[in-house]
């Protein structure tokens, strides 16, 4: 019989108001707690300091009227969404578009001989922005069904989220295998809409056994903390344990966010806005920073090294791709990996975390293949009593059967 382990995924800073369950017997379906009552209460916003001239202000901040801050019962950190397991890889890709322009293309990364499973796009703005005024949004020439939406009060944020699977399989699925363009065009709203996030999944014949987590929402800057608690780990599972971050919003070495892995810091400098459509390396290009308000965005992904950023160095333009890799963070015999983050300017927009795990299956998270796929059909994978996914108050517990050395790849 496979050895189990509990696996573990918190957000501490998650909200009351935004305690949830999964319904066992729909496990990869988030469903909000029917206890949890959607917060009345306004709070009038402190008076807000002039803004400084729109030609003097820097990308990134706010002027005084630019956002209304408004009472969402989505606030409190990001939170899982989808959890698959099977014989999985990914791409993740992010695009900022540069104002006045509405449109651009997202790169997908298509493993050969695969098959698109799912496919999500998130898409990180500002809280004027409403789901009908995404009306006229379009994703490789069809309209995405935002049908998640998460809201920052303190500042301001709202980013949203749609199943776009059908969207972006005929031409995935239709493709050879490498890169494969999708266009985006953000609409009317384009100047408000800091960039968007595709993450597609994928059934890979070449991959013995994976999970891949999505985590969607709005990350706590005062500090947010997603755990993984387990078992102790065995070899085959501490050689690729990845994870991509999308953050909006941010600009220059001023405006970054901190990450920490087991309490060993990972980044000083997550964030900038290497995914603009208008980015050149190098603090020396002055192209560079022609990037603006409605194109500050990085995503961890496509064209992205595994190998950056190098903590305590001097901040440069490509010091930090927002994709990591976590092994070098665990051993044979862990029992834990917790990732920390922390926003000290407060004003940037982490909006998305996915974790793509080889070698552990995640017992009670949604089996997918690609002849599941293909009839609209899903397995729960393999539930054990216990091992039924469950999202506590600020706690993500699901089961993971751990693959042992007999699996490893090759």
Same mark, same amino acid.
């Given at each position: 019989?496979?050895?189990?382990?509990?696996?573990?995924?918190?957000?501490?800073?998650?909200?009351?108001?935004?305690?949830?369950?999964?319904?066992?017997?729909?496990?990869?379906?988030?469903?909000?707690?029917?206890?949890?009552?959607?917060?009345?209460?306004?709070?009038?916003?402190?008076?807000?300091?002039?803004?400084?001239?729109?030609?003097?202000?820097?990308?990134?901040?706010?002027?005084?009227?630019?956002?209304?801050?408004?009472?969402? #019962?989505?606030?409190?950190?990001?939170?899982?969404?989808?959890?698959?397991?099977?014989?999985?890889?990914?791409?993740?890709?992010?695009?900022? %578009?540069?104002?006045?322009?509405?449109?651009?293309?997202?790169?997908?990364?298509?493993?050969?001989?695969?098959?698109?499973?799912?496919?999500?796009?998130?898409?990180?703005?500002?809280?004027?922005?409403?789901?009908?005024?995404?009306?006229? =949004?379009?994703?490789?020439?069809?309209?995405?069904?935002?049908?998640? #939406?998460?809201?920052?009060?303190?500042?301001?944020?709202?980013?949203?989220?749609?199943?776009?699977?059908? %969207?972006?399989?005929?031409?995935?699925?239709?493709?050879?295998?490498?890169?494969?363009?999708?266009? %985006?065009?953000?609409?009317?709203?384009?100047?408000?809409?800091?960039?968007?996030?595709?993450?597609?999944?994928?059934?890979?014949?070449?991959?013995?056994?994976?999970?891949?987590?999505?985590?969607?929402?709005?990350?706590?800057?005062?500090?947010?903390?997603?755990?993984?608690?387990?078992?102790?780990?065995?070899?085959?599972?501490?050689?690729?344990?990845?994870?991509?971050?999308?953050?909006?919003?941010?600009?220059?070495?001023?405006?970054?966010?901190?990450?920490?892995?087991?309490?060993?810091?990972?980044?000083?400098?997550?964030?900038?806005?290497?995914?603009?459509?208008?980015?050149?390396?190098?603090?020396?290009?002055?192209?560079?920073?022609?990037?603006?308000?409605?194109?500050?965005?990085?995503?961890?992904?496509?064209?992205?090294?595994?190998?950056?950023? =190098?903590?305590?160095?001097?901040?440069?333009?490509?010091?930090?791709?927002?994709?990591?890799?976590?092994?070098?963070?665990?051993?044979?015999?862990?029992?834990?990996?917790?990732?920390?983050?922390?926003?000290?300017?407060?004003?940037?927009? =982490?909006?998305?975390?996915?974790?793509?795990?080889?070698?552990?299956?995640?017992?009670?998270?949604?089996?997918?293949?690609?002849?599941?796929?293909?009839?609209?059909?899903?397995?729960?994978?393999?539930?054990?009593?216990?091992?039924?996914?469950?999202?506590? #108050?600020?706690?993500?517990?699901?089961?993971?059967?751990?693959?042992?050395?007999?699996?490893?790849?090759?």
């Amino acid at each position: 019989m496979a050895a189990t382990a509990t696996l573990l995924i918190a957000a501490s800073a998650m909200s009351p108001a935004l305690a949830s369950t999964v319904d066992p017997a729909e496990p990869s379906t988030v469903v909000e707690n029917p206890a949890a009552e959607p917060s009345t209460e306004t709070t009038a916003p402190e008076p807000a300091a002039p803004a400084a001239p729109a030609d003097e202000r820097e990308p990134g901040t706010s002027s005084s009227d630019a956002v209304a801050p408004t009472a969402s #019962v989505d606030d409190g950190g990001l939170r899982l969404m989808h959890a698959f397991t099977g014989n999985l890889n990914w791409s993740v890709d992010g695009l900022g %578009i540069n104002p006045p322009a509405q449109t651009g293309t997202l790169t997908v990364e298509k493993p050969a001989g695969s098959a698109v499973i799912r496919a999500y796009l998130m898409l990180a703005s500002f809280a004027e922005v409403e789901v009908a005024g995404l009306s006229d =949004v379009r994703l490789n020439g069809a309209a995405p069904s935002f049908t998640e #939406v998460a809201t920052d009060t303190a500042y301001g944020f709202r980013n949203f989220m749609a199943d776009v699977t059908s %969207i972006v399989r005929p031409t995935i699925d239709g493709a050879n295998a490498g890169s494969i363009s999708i266009a %985006i065009n953000e609409g009317a709203n384009a100047p408000r809409i800091e960039g968007s996030a595709l993450l597609v999944v994928f059934d890979d014949p070449a991959v013995s056994i994976s999970s891949i987590a999505l985590y969607f929402g709005t990350s706590q800057t005062s500090g947010d903390n997603f755990s993984l608690a387990f078992d102790t780990l065995s070899e085959p599972q501490t050689q690729d344990l990845r994870m991509s971050i999308g953050s909006a919003y941010s600009y220059g070495a001023e405006q970054n966010t901190a990450v920490s892995v087991n309490s060993q810091p990972l980044s000083d400098v997550a964030g900038h806005f290497d995914d603009c459509d208008a980015f050149v390396a190098g603090d020396e290009d002055d192209a560079n920073w022609l990037c603006n308000d409605g194109a500050l965005l990085t995503v961890g992904g496509v064209g992205d090294s595994l190998t950056n950023p =190098v903590v305590g160095q001097p901040w440069t333009t490509v010091s930090d791709d927002e994709l990591y890799s976590l092994s070098p963070f665990v051993e044979v015999g862990d029992t834990q990996i917790e990732v920390q983050t922390l926003n000290e300017s407060g004003d940037d927009n =982490v909006f998305m975390a996915a974790f793509y795990l080889d070698e552990i299956e995640l017992e009670g998270a949604e089996r997918v293949s690609a002849e599941l796929a293909e009839t609209g059909a899903s397995e729960t994978a393999g539930l054990l009593g216990a091992g039924v996914l469950a999202l506590l #108050v600020g706690a993500a517990a699901l089961l993971v059967s751990r693959r042992r050395a007999a699996t490893a790849r090759a």
